[in-house]
């Protein structure tokens, strides 16, 4: 259906897309991954033409849509877009955002668009705020709105720029399960997202993005549980877990902290987990106080939402030293802490690194 | 980033602010020099190598001086604080205090240099004759009239006599510096003119040569004399010891005296020198001759000082007149002021000094008699009368008399002048001297000491005649006595050669010939003094006075009452309402009006005669000779058939203000007529249309060449501008005709001569005057009565409303016009602002700087003066766009700031959706930008609407224009302008809801506004 070639763009000097070739047939649902600034979204913006391309072709059921001749605004038509930040008519009520297009564009009676837009609006499940304004709801909701209004255009292909990257954790469930339900019915979708699990689950192909090309892609199984490529598993692990390394004893403890709940949310871990998870990682770090006075302690967190284990890592290079060997009054109480919160806790000195490998109870465990 | 000129341009103009404070901060510290005293260490600028420097130098050892080459350096220098004196020659100090107010000529001068002609050493026959011809003009007054030409205290144009120039003989090349306004300048005919320009040419014709000007630097004159280049310098140029070893100079043509500039200190005993040291005395003449002629003086008091030459001359005279004998001159002065008597008739010398002191009085030009003045001496003293004739000779003909005349009379002193002391001893003995102290500058006492001409010419015959001095003090009636019985000598008192004296005495040569004139108050002369009961303008010598924008009056306050406030007006209605209200004290205002004014409202009052009159005719463009000449012949024709008196019957004699019908031109041509609703009988409203004596002219002169008369009606200022641009053919307006005007625009004959009076507000006039606040008493009425009262007369009398009405029409229009191009045009501007071409960017960026940094009256009467000078384009779309154009500026930038208040995603979202751009903007940004914009807009509409109020400077009659005509022909201020305010209040109002309309539209299914906030 669409079908993109040696795809080129630049701003000014730097060139974003570098030659992307793919084709997105019809009923495919297909995601766009990769690290932020890989050109991902403008990949998307250059499909609708949001953004002119520098070179290449893009055709559309074997139109080339970069023709001077081409009919941009009816092509768009037949392709709408979901952005990040929803953005929506602000000074038109919910029902009013939907029924635009079809009056406007589509010379639709305004009954007969109404009557469609309040459908549509029961099938994102807002069909009570159809006469609200856009500043009456929250994030979710205007999202699931803005889907509403795409699909009032009665599009063959829904873009998706990033569409849960601007809500709240909690929103961003409502969100998905509404493109879930599109996928489902089997609607063409190009998805740009960083919610993996998600794109594992929806997507019949995955495309990973990486310094302007396509770098590899793949049925999910392939990309998310074995990648090819050396940048690809990169990615994969990273966006799984998260690094951070200690350089003096003198860390910035809140940051830190910060950081762990980010990382939380993002892997969707309940409130408990996570409070665990925190309390785990200070009373870890009391037991490898040692390291730190030397320097050059790392900690790595990882969690598996299949598994939905949750992994805390601590290695140090440095004589041969096992944290959960102390028996020393001071750190009994952290001690036995960690021993409590853990499944497992195992020490390892392999090379002169010292490796501490924490699982964390989850709560069906406990 | 890129910076764009306009953007860097305030910043220029701020930065020369900043500076221009600074450098009035400093002018602020240094200290104002007052006397020539002062300047001893103060900074001093003078002419690089001229006599001012040496004087400087040597008179002010302490002083810092500063050479300059140019005066123009030396008075900016002055003028930013940098000095605090210039010392320069007379002419061109006086000339720099014409154009700068702030700077003052110090009364004392430094040094008088003699001005002369130079000519080649050896050109002793051209030596000869120009001496001879300077003689003769010395002699037949023409030298004494070329000053009084040339060197006058205000800026009106001078008077030129054609010289006509010898056809054909050798040329006289003469050698000038034209730059010294006004001794040798370039006019704007391009040629030498000026007090020596005009001398030289002078010579030329009594030489018979055609005179050649090679106009050069100063410096470089006199080598051109000696190599030959010419023959003649003739530029103001000081006979100097130093130059007369170079160049042979002539008989000196006048005295330039060296003087010091300094900036004014108000409040100080600053004095300055306003006149010519040469020029004669009589700043007043031409005061005085409208002031009333020596004819009109037979009958009225005359005061005489009893048994002086001015006695006699005025019995001889005025055989009707009584006669009041004063002891002393001062006294008359008194006694003159106080209306005890009418004229005071002595010499002229004496009286020009009176005027000096008591400026509200006035030498009349005619002399009532020629005297000469002499000394007086014993019959039988033969000696001594040969002596002194003797002696006499010697100092005529040494200039001794000249001397004492520059020095006593003709310098006008401010600080008496230093006498050489007279003789103490002397081995001839004693002269006693005879003389009555109180007629300055002859004889007068000063610091205790009797002092004066007569004085120190005694001094110098005592020296002469080796005798010691005695001076003895007696009245003028004492003197012949004396004389006659030995007592004294010698009488110089003033004493007047006449017959009946030469009988008892015998006189000496004269030293001094003089007239006897009359001097009488300055105006009201001989004729109805305080009858008319406001006393003389000179009352308000101090006041606020009020004149007409623009107009002859204003001229006049400025230079015959410099010291009042002069507040100008623009329509004669605002005066009124001035003086009514006491904003003014007194204001001026052409005769005819200002019966009506006064016949209107009786609570004016005139102050004073006629202060000048002047002939009134039509202005038209200076190349509309063809109108010109139909309007003359047009005025003629009316004259002959007595058309012309009939009209004058009408409308001025009687006051009938009645329109005839006259007939009405067929024709399409038209005849833009400009005009100033002054009042009746000239030109006023009546039914909502124009009538009046000029109105009726106008009338009849389109119909007689087949035009039909338009007319504007415009602010009395903006008359000669809208002729001069062609907006206007004609300009009738009572103006009168000056010669300021004819450099501008060309007259008709005169159909009328208009003078000029003062009035004020009863009350303020006479003092004490109960009846006027009696009559204040008696008119409160009720406040409702006197609405209603006004109501009738400001609304309903002669269907005023029907003028309100059509103002109404014509500001709404304008304002509906305005607001529409302006929101069209800025809507383009905003689209220019915001789009990717830097060109077009860039343009709208300049329009939006300048509209928005410009006034908008500044707009308004560029476009219509300048922009359509010569396209016939109606006022009210010159107003439309004009206010258009400003509204654009603003319209575009509120737009602008509305449309990228919404965020980019919006209109992505519209695109994205398959909405083209247009669509994009016209369904999503465009009801947005509305929301945004309207509640700016709203206001920006109002300022719109109140800022039409000034189109009635491009002569459009718009409310505020039909509520001044309205007060012109009432006089009441209070209900035309509350009237008005509602009016526009109302439009205002009206204009509101209508945008609140369309806003609720545009938001119409929004709930309140809560998103306003976000």
């Given amino acids: ?366 | 980033m890129r910076l764009d000129p306009p953007q860097r341009f305030p910043w220029g103009i701020l930065l020369g602010l900043a500076v221009l404070v600074l450098g009035a901060g400093c002018r602020g510290r240094t200290k104002g020099v007052e006397t020539v005293s002062d300047a001893a260490e103060a900074r001093i600028g003078v002419m690089t190598g001229s006599i001012g420097e040496s004087i400087a130098r040597n008179r002010f050892p302490k002083a810092k001086v500063q050479a300059f080459d140019d005066v123009m350096d030396a008075v900016t220098a002055i003028k930013s604080g940098q000095l605090e004196a210039v010392v320069l020659a007379f002419p061109a100090g006086f000339q720099i205090t014409k154009r700068n107010a702030d700077l003052v000529v110090l009364g004392e001068p430094l040094d008088n240099e003699e001005t002369a002609a130079a000519l080649r050493m050896e050109d002793m026959a051209l030596l000869a004759e120009v001496n001879r011809v300077i003689a003769s003009l010395r002699k037949d007054g023409t030298l004494e009239a070329m000053h009084r030409r040339w060197f006058k205290s205000d800026l009106s144009p001078y008077e030129v006599p054609p010289i006509p120039a010898a056809a054909n003989g050798v040329p006289l090349r003469i050698g000038v510096s034209a730059t010294r306004e006004p001794l040798t300048f370039v006019d704007d005919k391009g040629e030498v003119s000026g007090h020596d320009g005009e001398l030289a040419r002078r010579i030329g014709q009594a030489l018979g040569r055609p005179v050649e000007f090679s106009n050069m630097k100063f410096m470089a004159l006199i080598p051109a004399l000696q190599s030959g280049k010419v023959d003649l310098i003739v530029t103001g140029m000081n006979a100097t010891e130093e130059r007369r070893r170079s160049v042979a100079f002539s008989d000196p043509y006048f005295a330039n005296a060296q003087v010091m500039l300094v900036r004014k200190v108000e409040g100080t005993r600053q004095q300055s020198m306003k006149a010519f040291p040469e020029l004669g005395s009589r700043p007043n003449a031409a005061a005085a001759r409208r002031s009333s002629t020596l004819e009109s003086l037979d009958g009225k008091a005359i005061g005489v000082l009893s048994g002086s030459a001015g006695d006699l001359a005025a019995r001889k005279r005025f055989k009707n007149s009584r006669f009041d004998a004063m002891l002393s001159a001062a006294d008359a002065a008194v006694a003159l002021q106080s209306r005890k008597i009418d004229a005071l008739v002595y010499d002229q010398s004496v009286l020009e000094n009176l005027v000096v002191r008591n400026p509200d009085l006035v030498v009349l030009d005619a002399p009532v008699a020629q005297l000469e003045i002499a000394g007086a001496l014993r019959k039988d003293n033969t000696a001594l009368i040969q002596e002194v004739d003797r002696v006499m000779a010697d100092l005529e003909r040494e200039q001794v008399f000249q001397q004492l005349r520059g020095t006593w009379i003709d310098s006008k002193y401010t600080v008496v002048p230093e006498m050489p002391p007279a003789p103490t001893d002397g081995d001839q003995g004693v002269l006693r001297l005879g003389t009555s102290p109180d007629m300055e500058p002859y004889s007068f006492v000063s610091n205790g000491k009797i002092v004066g001409l007569d004085i120190e010419l005694a001094g110098i015959l005592a020296r002469r005649l080796h005798r010691r001095l005695e001076v003895v003090a007696m009245n003028f009636e004492g003197l012949i006595p004396s004389l006659q019985a030995g007592k004294i000598d010698i009488a110089l008192s003033n004493f007047n050669v006449t017959e009946e004296r030469k009988k008892l005495i015998a006189y000496s040569r004269p030293y001094i010939v003089t007239a006897i004139r009359a001097l009488v108050r300055r105006e009201g002369g001989a004729s109805e003094p305080a009858a008319a009961g406001g006393g003389s303008l000179e009352r308000y010598r101090r006041g606020r006075i009020g004149t007409l924008l623009g107009s002859a009056h204003s001229t006049w306050v400025s230079k015959n009452l410099p010291e009042a406030t002069l507040l100008e007006f623009s329509s004669p209605s605002d005066i009124s309402l001035a003086v009514k209200a006491g904003k003014v004290d007194v204001a001026l205002s052409d005769s005819s009006p200002l019966r009506e004014l006064m016949r209107q409202d009786p609570s004016f009052t005139l102050i004073g005669d006629p202060l000048f009159g002047y002939p009134v005719a039509a202005g038209v463009r200076k190349d509309s000779t063809e109108l010109r000449t139909q309007f003359n012949a047009f005025l003629a024709g009316l004259r002959t058939q007595g058309i012309y008196d009939q009209m004058v019957e009408r409308w001025i004699r009687k006051g009938d203000f009645v329109m005839p019908d006259l007939p009405e031109s067929g024709t399409n041509r038209v005849l833009k007529v400009g005009m100033t609703d002054g009042g009746m009988p000239f030109v006023g409203v009546q039914d909502g249309k124009l009538v009046g004596f000029e109105i009726e002219l106008v009338r009849r002169f389109a119909a007689s060449v087949g035009r039909r008369p338009e007319f504007s009606n415009m602010d009395f200022a903006a008359l000669i501008p809208a002729v001069v641009s062609g907006k206007v053919d004609l300009i009738v307006a009572s103006i009168y005709v000056t010669d300021e005007r004819r450099k501008q625009i060309d007259f008709t004959d005169p159909y009328h001569e208009e003078t000029t009076q003062a009035y004020a507000l009863k009350e303020s006039t006479a003092t004490g005057s109960a009846t006027g606040t009696a009559a204040a008493r008696v008119e409160r009425k009720p406040f409702l009565e006197r609405v209603q009262e006004s109501f009738r007369s400001n609304v309903l009398h002669e269907r005023r409303y029907l003028l309100l009405w059509d103002g109404l029409k014509t500001t709404v229009l304008i304002s509906l016009g305005a607001a529409l191009f302006g929101t069209l045009l800025g809507a383009l501007v905003c689209w220019m602002r915001m789009a990717r071409n830097a060109l077009l960017s860039g343009m709208a960026k300049v329009f939006i700087a300048l509209l928005r940094g410009t006034p908008v009256l500044v707009v308004l009467m560029m476009i219509f003066y300048v922009v359509f000078a010569s396209v016939d384009i109606h006022p009210v779309l010159v107003a439309m766009l004009a206010f258009g154009l400003n509204f654009a500026a603003y319209a575009a930038e509120i737009f602008r700031s509305a449309i990228e208040g919404i965020d980019r995603g919006q209109s992505e979202a519209g695109i994205a959706m398959g909405f083209t751009r247009f669509q994009t903007f016209r369904f999503i940004l465009l009801p947005q930008t509305l929301e945004r914009i309207l509640p700016v807009y709203k206001g920006e509409c109002i300022s719109l609407v109140k800022m039409t109020s000034i189109v009635g400077y491009i002569a459009v009659q718009d409310l505020t224009k039909a509520s001044d005509i309205i007060r012109s022909r009432t006089f009441d201020a209070f209900f035309p302008l509350v009237m008005v305010a509602i009016l526009y209040f109302l439009i205002a109002w009206v204009l509101l809801q209508l945008l609140g309309w369309i806003e609720r539209q545009a938001g119409r299914r929004r709930r309140p506004r809560k998103e306003a906030r976000a």
Avoid at chain 1, 219 to 228: A, L, M, N
Avoid at chain 1, 294 to 316: C, F, I, K, P
Wanted: charged share 25%; proline share 4%; aromatic share 6%.
């Fill in chain 1, 1 to 366: 259906m669409i079908r993109v070639e040696q795809l080129r763009k630049s701003f000014g000097t730097l060139e974003v897309l570098k030659g992307i070739t793919v084709e997105i047939r019809k009923g495919e649902v297909v995601s766009i991954i990769g690290p932020s600034g890989c050109g991902k979204s403008t990949f998307l913006r250059c499909l609708n033409l949001l953004e002119q391309p520098t070179a290449g072709s893009i055709h559309v059921d074997g139109v080339d849509i970069l023709d001077r001749r081409a009919e941009v605004a009816r092509l768009r038509q037949r392709m709408n877009m979901v952005f990040q930040s929803f953005n929506l008519f602000s000074h038109l009520s919910v029902v009013a955002n939907l029924t635009l297009g079809p009056i406007r564009l589509k010379g639709m009676e305004p009954k007969a668009a109404r009557e469609k837009a309040i459908e549509l609006l029961r099938l994102v499940g807002l069909a009570e705020k159809a006469d609200s304004y856009p500043d009456e709801l929250s994030g979710g909701q205007k999202q699931r709105v803005a889907i509403a209004r795409c699909l009032a255009m009665e599009p063959e292909v829904i873009l998706f720029d990033e569409p849960t990257s601007a809500l709240d954790p909690t929103m961003v469930r409502e969100v998905l399960s509404v493109i879930r339900r599109l996928a489902k019915e089997g609607m063409t979708m190009v998805i740009v997202t960083h919610e993996m699990d998600f794109a594992r689950d929806v997507s019949s192909r995955v495309l990973y993005f990486d310094q302007g090309v396509i770098h590899e892609e793949g049925t999910p199984d392939q990309i998310f549980d074995h990648p090819q490529r050396d940048r690809t598993r990169a990615f994969i692990h990273r966006i799984r877990s998260l690094t951070r390394r200690f350089a003096s004893p003198d860390f910035d403890l809140y940051a830190l902290n910060a950081e762990v709940e980010a990382f939380c949310e993002k892997q969707i871990l309940s409130r408990p987990v996570r409070d665990n998870l925190l309390l785990l990682i200070e009373e870890s770090l009391q037991l490898c106080r040692p390291f730190l006075a030397v320097g050059g302690l790392e900690m790595t967190l990882s969690h598996s939402e299949t598994t939905d284990r949750t992994e805390l890592v601590w290695t140090a290079p440095g004589v041969r030293l096992n944290p959960l060997d102390g028996e020393d009054l001071e750190d009994a109480l952290s001690l036995n802490l960690v021993r409590n919160l853990c499944a497992s806790a195992d020490h390892e000195w392999v090379d002169g690194v010292n490796r501490l490998k924490l699982v964390l109870k989850t709560g069906s465990e406990s």
